[in-house]
C-alpha cells in the first residue's frame, strides 16, 4: 500500500528566508502527487500537484516542488516566505485507481518569525 | 463558481447518539469523497461516492456510512458516536473522471462527542 511521510512536525522560517518542507512516499509504481496547505479553521486548497514530465512544477502562492524519483521525495519549496504562509502543510499521493482516494502525509506546521 | 460547502459546521454531540453531516459538491462535480482529520491519526480516508453509488471505503467501522443523492449532494452518518469521533470532517469533490481530477476541499464539520 501507498504511504507518504512527511519527517518534520514542525518548522519554524524567518519572515523572507527560503523554505523547504519534505515529504517522502512509498509506492511501487509512478505517484501522483499533490501538495495542500490548511489554514486555521479552513479546508484544504491545492498547492500544487505532479502527474508526469517535468520534474520540477509551480503552483500558486510563489511554491514549487521537486519530484526526485532516486529519492521518492517531493520536496516543496518557497524562496522567500510571507507572514501569511503560516499555516500546516500536507504532502499526499493519489494511486492509479479508477477512483479518487488520497493518501496524506501527517501535515507539517510551519511558523513564521518576524 | 461557489465552491465545497459543508454544514453544520460545528456539532457537539453525547456518546450513543448519532449524527448526520451534508456535504454540496461544486457545480458539475460528481464525486464526493469524506475525510475524518484528528490530531493522531491526521487524515484518514472514509469512502468516496460517485453517481451516488460508494466506489471506496476506507478502513472505518460500519458505524460510517454514507450516501449520495441524484444532485451529487452528499451526507455522511455517524451512528452511536464513540469520544474518539471527535475530529474535523472534510468533505472533497471532484470531476471523479479518475485519480488525475483535483479534488477540492470544504472547510469541514467540527465535531465534539462528549
Known amino acids: 500500500a501507498q504511504s507518504v511521510t512527511q519527517p518534520d512536525i514542525h518548522i519554524t522560517v524567518s519572515e523572507g528566508a527560503s523554505l523547504e518542507l519534505r515529504c517522502n512516499y512509498s509506492y511501487g509504481a509512478t505517484p501522483y502527487l499533490f501538495w495542500y496547505v490548511q489554514s486555521p479553521g479552513q479546508g484544504l486548497q491545492l498547492l500544487l500537484k505532479?502527474?508526469?514530465?517535468?520534474?520540477l512544477v509551480q503552483g500558486i502562492k510563489g511554491f514549487e516542488a521537486e519530484f526526485k524519483r532516486s529519492q521518492s521525495s517531493f520536496n516543496l519549496r518557497k524562496p522567500s516566505v510571507h507572514w501569511s504562509d503560516a499555516a500546516e502543510y500536507f504532502c499526499a499521493v493519489a494511486v492509479n485507481s479508477g477512483y479518487s482516494t488520497l493518501t496524506f502525509g501527517k501535515g507539517t506546521m510551519l511558523l513564521v518569525s518576524p | 463558481k461557489a465552491g465545497v460547502t459543508q454544514t453544520p459546521r460545528y456539532l457537539i454531540k453525547t456518546r450513543g447518539q448519532q449524527v448526520t453531516l451534508s456535504c454540496s459538491p461544486i457545480s458539475g462535480h460528481r464525486s464526493v469523497s469524506w475525510y475524518q482529520q484528528t490530531p493522531g491519526q491526521g487524515l484518514q480516508f472514509l469512502f468516496e461516492y460517485f453517481s451516488e453509488t460508494q466506489r471506496n471505503k476506507g478502513n472505518f467501522p460500519g458505524r460510517f456510512s454514507g450516501r449520495q443523492f441524484s444532485n451529487s449532494r452528499s451526507e455522511m452518518n455517524v451512528s452511536t458516536l464513540e469520544l474518539g469521533d471527535s475530529a474535523l470532517y472534510l468533505c472533497?469533490?471532484?470531476?471523479?473522471?479518475?485519480?488525475?481530477?483535483?479534488?477540492?476541499f470544504g472547510p469541514g464539520t467540527r465535531l465534539t462527542v462528549l
Open positions: 472533497a469533490s471532484s470531476l471523479g473522471r479518475d485519480f488525475t481530477d483535483t479534488q477540492y
Open positions: 505532479y502527474f508526469s514530465g517535468d520534474t
